[in-house]
């Protein structure tokens, strides 16, 4: 029997705390119909479409925690293997390299080892998800204007750690027996993105090979 991402990788060595949805709240809800799609085994392309009658933004809110949670839950087990020995710059190979810049510590793009930008990325994450102006939990609290412009941003950055993860510690994901799990995550991650023009196309193209070969 296949296991779930929580039976392959240790959650003790979780990146950050997880996000929680509130029980009883309607984005809880929404949250449990779309983990019950995802298990049912229906076609990943099917699963992450807007379900009738519910908003859009409430919908992207739901999906981009619960991909922070699990693309966290990835890395974090790959740390070991990501260190500032074996990863001096945060890449995807040698043909892109990924600079961080936040509006405190790091007003310019800085070069940075691949632990460090995951750690920056991480922080910044949890900080807009948990921040009430920006990813409101109350009932009737409205989404800010820039809301799909925040997640673009937090899925672009998000796809980078798939792109670091594939192509510098592959051979620790298969050494575990996780690659079919971390495929499933990305496949379920590259459909969403597609479906509501998240990402750049341009931001793609590092996995674009392998995007074609699992995900068509």
């Known amino acids: 029997m296949a296991l779930c991402l929580k039976q392959v990788f240790n959650k003790d060595k979780t990146f950050r705390p997880r996000k929680r949805f509130e029980p009883g709240t309607e984005r809880f809800e929404l949250y449990k119909k779309a983990q019950a799609s995802l298990k049912s085994g229906l076609d990943l392309r099917a699963v992450v479409r807007l379900p009738p009658g519910e908003s859009i933004n409430d919908w992207l809110a739901v999906h981009v925690v ?7 839950l990835i890395y974090g087990t790959m ?32 070069k940075l080892p691949a632990p460090r930008y995951m750690a920056l990325l991480m922080d910044w994450i949890e900080g807009l998800i948990n921040n009430e102006d920006v990813f409101p939990t109350q009932v009737g609290v409205p989404f800010p204007k820039n809301f799909q412009q925040v997640c ?65």
């Open 66 to 72: 619960d991909f922070f949670n699990r693309i966290n």
């Open 152 to 216: 673009t941003k937090i899925l672009t950055r998000l796809f980078r750690v798939f792109v670091h993860v594939y192509i510098h510690h592959f051979d620790g994901i298969i050494a575990m027996g996780a690659e079919a799990h971390v495929n499933t995550c990305y496949k379920h991650f590259y459909y969403f993105i597609q479906e509501f023009s998240l990402v750049d196309h341009r931001e793609l193209e590092p996995l674009r090979e392998m995007t074609e070969r699992i995900c068509h």
């Open 79 to 110: 740390g070991e293997c990501c260190t500032e020995a074996s990863c001096p710059v945060m890449s995807g190979g040698p043909r892109y390299e990924y600079r961080w810049q936040d509006e405190h510590q790091y007003r310019r793009p800085a």
